[in-house]
Every structure is written in structure tokens, then in C-alpha cells.
């Protein structure tokens, strides 16, 4: 069976803004460690052979140094500057990805992916080219525009998760496309190169820590699987 080398961009450049707290959320404590530590954590824990790059806000590099440390003795991990956007620190990201790999691309404030879910992904976008985890809609939805709003059939639509996970030949010669402000995942930026998107089964638990009730969930949650 084909192997290759397995690269994770994780994206944590971003600033938080709805979350307010003084520090990016990324770096806020949870269960006694960074939100990222958790998240690097789990891409570490997945294959033996992980390589992590790390992207994060220039200002903010101090931040890790005092554990970073100790994932480089079990993965190599190479920081990097993230950009104005997602899609900015992603294409940064890739700068650091040569050669056949499979790439995932995960949110740092991702902190609860399973290691099935990355090996999941690892599987699927080796043999497919492309996998993205989904999970169903629970609540009811509707479209709005400037005139009204109409309901929508909810089993037309999924919520997306991340590790958006790629062969390397994919995903590098996408992010050569002009930015566009849908590009808000990378499936979106592949999807436009003219590639075909396989989905699958995502997990509730894989929470995209975004507001403050977020990381008290993700606290009680972390509790639930340790
Ligand atoms: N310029 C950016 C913007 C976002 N991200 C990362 O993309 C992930 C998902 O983005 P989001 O939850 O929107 O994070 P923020 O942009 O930090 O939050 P907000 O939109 O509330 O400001 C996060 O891990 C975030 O750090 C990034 O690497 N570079
Ligand atoms: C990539 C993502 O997490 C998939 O749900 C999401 O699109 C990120 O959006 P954000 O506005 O940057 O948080």
C-alpha cells in the first residue's frame, strides 16, 4: 500500500475578534494547556511521522516558545507567519510543502480532532485525492436576502470541519489562484481549480473554538474524553 509523508498546516494566525479576549484565543488556557497545544497534540499523537508547520501571527511567536519544545523531540515543527486572511496563512504555509505529501490543513482553535478522524482523512485523501469531514445540520435553516426569507431543506446542506486534507499536486497549484473572498476553506479554493471534493463523516466534538461559550464546551468535552 502507498505511503507518503504526512504535512499538517495548522492555521492560528488569526487575531480572535469574536472572541474579545486579551490574548488570541489559540494561546487561552484550556484543561491546563494552550487551546494549540491540544491541537498540535493531536496531529502528533495520529502517525509517528507527522510533520507539523505552524502558522501564527508574527507578534505572537514568544507565545509558544516556552513548550514548543517538547513536540520537536517527536515531530519536526516549523513556525511560520500567517497573513492577512485564512487563505493568506495557508498559502504561507505551503510554502514549506516540497515533494508528494498529504496535507492537512487544520484551525488551530480545532483543539479535539480524534486520531481516527486525521487517519480518516489521511486514507480517504490518499486514494481520492481529497477529504473533508462533515457533520449533519441539527437546527433548522433559512435563506435571507434583502427582500425576506424562505426555508431550506437541511439535508441538502452539511457543516464543514477541518482537517481539509489533500494530495500536495492538488492543493499546491490552487492556492496559485487569485484570492477571493468565498475561499473561506480550502475545499472551496480546490473545489475551484476543478477538482471534485470527497466528504466524510466528521465529529460533533470537533468544535471550531470560536466564541467564549466555545471554550467552556470544549472544556467539558475534554473532560468527557480523558
Ligand atoms: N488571517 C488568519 C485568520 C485566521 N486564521 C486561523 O484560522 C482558524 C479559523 O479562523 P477563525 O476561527 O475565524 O479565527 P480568527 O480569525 O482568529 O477569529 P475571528 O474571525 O473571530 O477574528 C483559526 O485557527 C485562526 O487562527 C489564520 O491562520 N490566519
Ligand atoms: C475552515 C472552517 O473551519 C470550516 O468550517 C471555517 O470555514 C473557518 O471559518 P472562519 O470564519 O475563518 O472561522
Not at 494549540?36 to 511521522?49: M, P
Not at 488551530?108 to 445540520?137: H, K, N
Request: aromatic share 8%.
Amino acid at each position: 500500500m502507498e505511503t507518503r509523508r504526512k504535512i499538517a498546516i495548522i492555521v492560528a494566525g488569526g487575531s480572535g475578534t469574536r472572541m474579545g479576549s486579551a490574548i488570541p484565543k489559540q494561546f487561552l488556557d484550556l484543561a491546563g494547556k494552550p487551546v494549540l497545544w491540544h491541537t498540535i497534540h493531536s496531529f502528533v499523537r495520529a502517525y509517528s511521522d507527522m510533520e507539523i508547520v505552524l502558522v501564527l501571527p508574527e507578534a505572537h511567536f514568544d507565545y509558544v516558545t516556552p513548550w514548543l519544545g517538547e513536540f520537536n523531540t517527536v515531530a519536526p515543527v516549523t513556525l511560520v507567519k500567517g497573513g492577512e486572511t485564512r487563505f493568506h496563512s495557508v498559502k504561507n504555509g505551503l510554502q514549506q510543502v516540497d515533494g508528494p505529501a498529504v496535507v492537512f490543513v487544520h484551525d488551530g482553535v480545532r483543539p479535539l480532532v480524534s486520531t481516527s478522524l486525521i487517519q480518516a482523512c489521511y486514507e480517504t485523501a490518499l486514494a481520492e485525492g481529497s477529504a473533508i469531514p462533515v457533520v449533519d445540520m441539527k437546527d433548522s435553516i433559512r435563506e435571507t436576502d434583502g427582500r425576506g426569507n424562505r426555508a431550506v431543506d437541511r439535508e441538502k446542506y452539511k457543516i464543514i470541519q477541518t482537517p481539509q486534507t489533500f494530495l500536495s499536486e492538488w492543493l499546491l497549484p490552487a492556492f496559485a489562484l487569485p484570492y477571493d473572498p468565498l475561499f473561506t476553506d480550502e475545499a472551496t479554493v480546490v473545489e475551484r481549480q476543478g477538482h471534485s471534493i470527497q466528504l466524510v463523516p466528521g465529529e460533533d466534538s470537533n468544535i471550531k473554538i470560536t466564541r467564549p461559550l466555545d471554550l467552556t464546551i470544549a472544556g467539558a468535552l475534554l473532560k468527557d474524553i480523558q
